[in-house]
């Protein structure tokens, strides 16, 4: 009935149960991912199911919820939906993010990269924990860590590191900031420390950027 009821109406949104008669939560994933990508799924279950979670993060099934679930639960769930269809929406993540994933050797087809990618690149002036991006996206910070890893090759705090830095040079060749004022304005509480940074993702220093893109 579900996947009838998609191909006559389509949605955004699929709330499924992970053990359901005839067609359960993993086989109906895989139907929707692969006829209609652009849908996120979501699985409730009364009891937690590790290689359900397991399956259905593989499939890109946004979130694994124990029923019942709270309010809270519901409202981050929705806000990852929200992202991830936001994402979709954009068809491009934005140029910072880009980069990051070419110099890693990485596309940006995962919905799983697209999706931390986009709150990441949204909340770019505030400071971001790996717990904080595990949290939106409804995941232990443990296992968010391993997915990140196999799906980009380099660790959260990697991207992320890298990904301030692309904002950097950006604020570099469109605003007259200072130094230190970019540096707070990207939530390095240290100069010194962001001076380090940028030298190690683009091998000069910001002065030496600064002078290459005026020249």
């Known amino acids: 009935q579900a996947a009838d ?9 699929v709330l499924t149960e992970v053990n359901r008669p005839q067609l359960d939560g ?23 199911d590790f290689e359900a979670a397991r399956k259905g993060m593989r499939l890109g099934v946004l979130d694994y919820i124990l029923k019942p679930a709270d309010e809270r639960e ?19 993540l934005c140029e910072q993010a880009e980069n990051v994933l070419k ?26 924990t790996m717990s904080d991006a595990a949290e ?7 296992y968010f860590g ?6 980009t090759g380099i660790t959260f705090g990697e991207f992320y590191g890298r990904l301030r830095i692309e904002f950097a040079k950006s ?7 200072r130094t230190y004022e970019i540096s707070e304005k990207l939530g390095f509480t240290d100069p010194d420390y962001f001076t380090k940074k940028f030298r190690e993702v ?11 893109i005026r020249s």
């Open 136 to 142: 939106f996206m409804n995941l232990n910070k443990d």
């Open 202 to 212: 683009t091998g000069t220093s910001p002065s030496g950027y600064k002078a290459s």
């Open 5 to 13: 009821f998609l191909k006559k109406n389509g949605a955004d949104l």
């Open 103 to 128: 110099s890693v050797g990485k596309g940006s087809e995962s919905r799983f990269i697209r999706t931390v990618s986009a709150y990441l690149c949204d909340n770019i002036y505030q400071f971001v």
């Open 74 to 92: 519901l409202s981050q769930m929705l806000s990852s939906v929200k992202a991830r269809l936001d994402a979709e929406k954009d068809g491009t």
């Open 146 to 151: 391993k997915c990140f890893i196999k799906e």
């Open 26 to 48: 993993i086989k109906l994933a895989q139907e929707i991912n692969r006829l209609y990508s652009g849908t996120c799924v979501v699985f409730f279950s009364q009891r937690p």
């Open 171 to 177: 604020l570099m060749a469109k605003e007259t900031l």
